[in-house]
T-cell receptor
Framework: DTAVSQTPKYLVTQMGNDKSIKCEQNLGHDTMYWYKQDSKKFLKIMFSYNNKELIINETVPNRFSPKSPDKAHLNLHINSLELGDSAVYFC?????????????FGQGTRLTVV | AQSVTQPDIHITVSEGASLELRCNYSYGATPYLFWYVQSPGQGLQLLLKYFSGDTLVQGIKGFEAEFKRSQSSFNLRKPSVHWSDAAEYFCAVGPSGSARQLTFGSGTQLTVLP
């Protein structure tokens, strides 16, 4: 049974479109994350969401917005997509309070903006 | 601020040879350290972690890593590499910051020759 699952795995879309990536975790963790992996494979935190508290990396454009309908889901919405948004986006979860477990990652969503 | 350095961008070894991937970190307190592996087109899988205690930690797939506080290092080792070990390897430190996120190194690409 997959611990962290995200859909879709591949997403190709045109500039200017709005798209969403879904993420679900069945681990009972209290914190979920979105990371971006660029073309050089560098991983950078975008958001974390813990108990209705959203922490945003200040470098993330406001076209990106996470939405959490419940503790097990953290979806990523992207408005007005740009070429530079092309990347692999990873969802992750961990238990932070209490616990500090390792982060479990989804399989990634490869977003290509054309 | 915390940081992770993986000095080797790309390493090539022959199947059956030993492997050591280097990782140096900068962290204000006792770190939690991780090694993740990313196979082509796949997500991030945890190989091993160090939270406290024994500085030599064992992980999955025959990997081990040694935490050396004096050198701020957490190098990954494997005595005999298999062709299936070819992948990208990431060292990470955390969780930290307001987002309780992991900070990743830039990764080391491992190629295994037959």
């Amino acid at each position: 049974d997959t611990a962290v699952s995200q859909t879709p795995k591949y997403l190709v879309t045109q500039m200017g479109n709005d798209k969403s990536i879904k993420c679900e975790q069945n681990l009972g963790h209290d914190t979920m994350y979105w990371y971006k992996q660029d073309s050089k494979k560098f991983l950078k935190i975008m958001f974390s969401y813990n108990n209705k508290e959203l922490i945003i990396n200040e470098t993330v454009p406001n076209r990106f917005s996470p939405k959490s309908p419940d503790k097990a889901h953290l979806n990523l919405h992207i408005n007005s997509l740009e070429l530079g948004d092309s990347a692999v986006y990873f969802c992750a979860s961990s238990q932070v309070n209490p616990g500090n477990t390792e982060a479990f990652f989804g399989q990634g969503t490869r977003l290509t903006v054309v | 601020a915390q940081s992770v350095t993986q000095p080797d961008i790309h390493i090539t070894v022959s199947e059956g040879a030993s492997l050591e991937l280097r990782c140096n970190y900068s962290y204000g307190a006792t770190p939690y350290l991780f090694w993740y592996v990313q196979s082509p087109g796949q997500g991030l899988q945890l190989l091993l972690k160090y939270f406290s205690g024994d500085t030599l930690v064992q992980g999955i797939k025959g990997f081990e890593a040694e935490f050396k506080r004096s050198q701020s290092s957490f190098n990954l080792r494997k005595p005999s590499v298999h062709w299936s070990d070819a992948a990208e390897y990431f060292c990470a430190v955390g969780p930290s910051g307001s987002a309780r996120q992991l900070t990743f190194g830039s990764g080391t690409q491992l190629t295994v020759l037959p």
